[in-house]
């Protein structure tokens, strides 16, 4: 990150969007992530955008200091209306300047704001991507956000932990657009379809 507050607010929205498009008949199809179907992604998207909400209020517990993979998330029958909520309570949450400062935890991981911040983008930009892909959406990032996302997966890549996060880099063309290489340096093909 650079020390520079970015606004989750463009990068919600999307996501918020892309989620209300979903018909549910394609709840159960598949998505990039390999053992997730659209239901299980977007109850996915809904714990995290949870946790670093509680995790910029420094509101440590329960959803802060769960693993991701503890268990498969799902949705119940009330997600439509509260994952936009959650997802606007994200957004206001990181607009607070001491979000970004001092220590945090998310996903069981004590972290620093900043750090918390990049990788709240990150996951709400690649699993905006999953879930597009997944329900034949057009999918455009904020490109502030896909920036930041672009650096994080970058200075990630040669982290001896990625592979308890990510997936082997897929090699993508240097010239090919920012969110290709986003999605590539996370450990997806860009060309993936259900």
């Known amino acids: 990150m650079t020390g520079t507050i970015i606004d989750f607010e463009p990068q919600t929205r999307i996501i918020a969007g892309l989620a209300d498009a979903v018909t549910d008949e394609r709840l159960a199809g598949p998505t990039p992530c390999p053992d997730l179907a659209v239901h299980n ?18 509101d440590l517990g329960a959803t802060t200091d769960t693993p991701p993979t503890d268990s498969v998330p799902d949705i119940g029958p009330g997600w439509r209306e509260e994952l936009p909520k959650v ?22 991981v004590d972290l620093p704001g900043e750090v918390a911040a990049a990788v709240a983008i990150d996951e709400l930009v690649v699993h905006g991507w999953d879930l597009a892909r997944a329900t034949g959406q057009t999918y455009e990032p904020d490109p ?20 308890e996060i990510f997936g082997p880099v897929v090699p993508v063309p240097q010239d090919a657009p920012l969110l290709d290489r986003a999605i590539g340096l996370s450990g997806r093909d860009p060309g993936w379809t259900p």
């Open 87 to 108: 997802l606007d309570e994200l957004a206001e949450a990181w607009r607070d300047p001491a979000a970004w400062t001092g220590m945090t935890r998310a996903g069981g």
């Open 144 to 163: 502030a956000a896909l920036r930041v996302t672009y650096d994080f997966l970058l200075a990630a890549v040669d982290d001896p932990s990625r592979g």
């Open 41 to 58: 992604l977007l109850g996915h998207l809904l714990g995290l955008a949870a946790a670093f909400r509680d995790a910029a209020r420094k």
